[in-house]
């Protein structure tokens, strides 16, 4: 049944992930990686960490991700303006040299994952995933990295509304 | 055959798959909300494979780890996007190539 | 004829041996059938009871001509929008200009899928549970799946390739991004009273008292935050009619217009039961003799009375009081109310 699912799913985010990538519209591509991030939210579901696979829809593809739409609305971004294409005859090597880097480095990578010993899931109790797992290790063991993550988070926010003000006071 | 479980090398494969896709992405793309979509597919890729050694090992931390980077995404978001907009304003474009110059 | 009979004899079989093994199965599938049935043909009764309040609330008769009270009414404007042109505009992105009304619909419906009506009871020997999924994060299901609901509209806004629709989708998804804070903020006073995220434990708990009782701030903030997320009045901002013809939808015609219409209806009923379930008690009845689910709809009714009531009365707020209203306002007084309760849950109720 697991593999019934993870196929199909697997293969849906990565042709939408080309899709972010290929689509020449800035909308088409947003659109595709929000369709990537629910397939993705769904293998997380697949692999019982429920918690992550709802933050990974409220966060990314309900708050970053209308970010970006919203970008794309202010900026007015539209199909026909968008000359973001490296691939032009002086680049031409260039992309060549970028097709051949991508396929090596997967080839690379997949050589040592194919000798990977872990063919089972573990078994996991009940409570995997769950927020009160999480929670619990998130304030025992990374109680630090937590409150950093707090202040990045600060640190943010108010960069960013110092970047994006007209004019400071 | 269906009673088969997934075996962790594939769920390495996708989250590899999909990094390398993000990592095409930053070099070929030049509009820069592109690029950066393309980053955020880096870093959901990363996840993928923080998951499947949790589910395979029984862990807890790298559900964290990929807490985290959902944090990190946040903050690199919100930050970078304020900069696009900050940019546009001075030159009305999104082509990566012509932010060339420090002062328009 | 014998072969057709024996392909038709041998089909029911498996059928039935089917279904005999797959009774979970079958029931959820039912259940669901119901429920999508039953919210999208509440739809039609919310229009015509809001559009009879509203007459009341501004002294006049309201819609009185199609049958008895205008009861006819749902009817002839859903045939009339069946009947409308559909017109799709040369210059929209026409995927997305689909998309977009689709999605609206389909996030509502789903978002129906956690919220719980009742206690369980047992039929033919099989135990039927009163909600679709009882998930064991089904608040931050919810949560999950309207945040969804946004790009219905910034779809819109951006395929229509119109100002007014692409100042609509702005607004729309500026607006539900600041509100969505507040409603989460305050949802998680209540999460911590009851030390769970799931639906049905929020109701067990309250089966003494509604946490209103314990909680009215964060009630009041819930509810404002709700109504700023369901873009009704006095937050209707992004189909501000005055300044932005009709917003995200001005260039939709017929059904799809209508589907944003179901889509706005069906949010206002879940929230009405998401505030129900969080501080009326759910369907705890408190000791009156009424069924459950009664006791659940009555609260619901009550709730969308009082979402008609308020747009009848107040006028719509500037946008930018909107904004300041939701961050400067409303945040704080969500961080206030959460770290009083952290504090007293930690100090008196260890």
């Known amino acids: ?169 | 055959m269906l009673e088969d479980s997934v075996p962790l090398s594939h769920y390495l494969m996708l989250s590899a798959t999909l990094f390398v896709i993000g990592i095409v992405g930053v070099l070929i793309r030049r509009n820069v909300i592109v690029v950066f979509m393309s980053i955020e597919i880096m870093l959901n890729a990363v996840n993928i494979s923080l998951i499947a050694f949790d589910n395979y090992m029984n862990l807890s931390n790298g559900q964290i780890f990929s807490f985290m980077v959902i944090c990190v995404a946040a903050a690199e978001v919100s930050v970078g996007l304020a900069i696009i907009i900050a940019v546009h304003r001075n030159k009305p474009t999104v082509n990566l190539d012509e932010f060339n110059l420090l002062k328009w | 004829m014998d072969w057709i009979t024996e392909i038709l004899n041998v089909t029911w079989n498996f059928i039935v041996l089917f279904l005999n093994e797959n009774i979970p199965l079958v029931v959820g599938s039912v259940k669901a059938v119901i429920i999508a049935v039953a919210i999208m043909s509440v739809v039609p009764a919310l229009v015509w009871l809001e559009r009879r309040l509203m007459g009341r609330f501004q002294v006049r008769l309201g819609p009185n001509r199609v049958g008895p009270f205008g009861l006819g009414q749902p009817m002839a404007d859903t045939v009339k929008l069946l009947f409308k042109e559909s017109i799709i505009q040369s210059s929209a992105d026409k995927f997305l200009f689909h998309l977009a009304p689709a999605v609206v619909v389909i996030t509502a419906i789903a978002a129906f899928a956690v919220i719980p009506f009742g206690e369980p009871f047992e039929v033919f020997g099989q135990t039927i549970e009163m909600w679709g999924a009882n998930v064991n994060s089904g608040i931050l299901f919810v949560f999950a799946i309207s945040g969804m609901g946004i790009y219905g509209m910034v779809l819109a806004g951006l395929s229509s390739n119109n100002k007014y629709s692409l100042m609509g989708g702005l607004r729309s998804s500026a607006q539900m991004i600041s509100y969505e804070l507040t409603l989460g903020l305050s949802a998680l006073s209540i999460i911590l009273l009851t030390g769970s995220l799931s639906l049905v434990d929020m109701v067990r708990a309250q089966e003494t008292y509604p946490f209103i009782l314990v909680q009215p701030l964060a009630f009041l903030l819930f509810f404002i935050a709700g109504i700023a997320e369901t873009n009704r009045a006095p937050f209707d901002l992004p189909e501000a009619e005055q300044e932005l013809v009709a917003g995200f939808h001005t260039e939709y015609t017929g059904m799809k217009f209508a589907m944003f219409f179901m889509g706005e209806y069906i949010n206002m009923v879940t929230m009405s039961a998401l505030v129900t379930l969080l501080f009326l008690g759910g369907w705890n009845a408190y000791g009156l003799p009424v069924w459950p689910i009664v006791s659940f709809a009555v609260k619901v009714f009550f709730l969308l009375c009082v979402f008609i009531w308020l747009r009848s009365t107040f006028p719509r707020i500037r946008y930018d009081r909107l904004m300041t209203f939701g961050w400067k306002i409303l945040l704080p007084l969500c961080l206030l109310n959460l770290m009083v309760t952290s504090t007293v849950k930690v100090i008196w109720f260890p």
């Open chain 1, 1 to 169: 049944m697991e593999l019934l699912i993870f196929y199909p799913l697997a293969g849906f985010c990565v042709v939408l992930a080309l899709g972010v990538v290929l689509n020449n519209s800035p909308v088409g591509s947003a659109i595709s990686l929000i369709g990537m991030m629910l397939g993705l939210a769904g293998i997380f579901v697949l692999q019982q960490a429920h918690f992550l696979a709802i933050l990974q829809i409220i966060i990314y593809a309900g708050a970053i991700m209308v970010l970006f739409m919203f970008v794309i609305m202010l900026l007015n971004l539209k199909e026909g303006d968008d000359t973001g294409w490296i691939a032009r005859e002086r680049n031409l090597l260039l992309s060549v040299l970028t097709g051949l880097l991508a396929v090596g480095i997967l080839y690379k990578i997949s050589g040592i994952l194919f000798t990977a010993e872990m063919d089972t899931p573990a078994i996991l109790p009940d409570s995997f995933g769950t927020v009160a797992t999480i929670g619990e290790t998130l304030f025992t063991d990374f109680v630090l990295p937590f409150e950093v993550a707090s202040i990045l988070l600060l640190a943010a926010m108010v960069g960013a509304v110092v970047l994006a003000k007209t004019k400071l006071d």
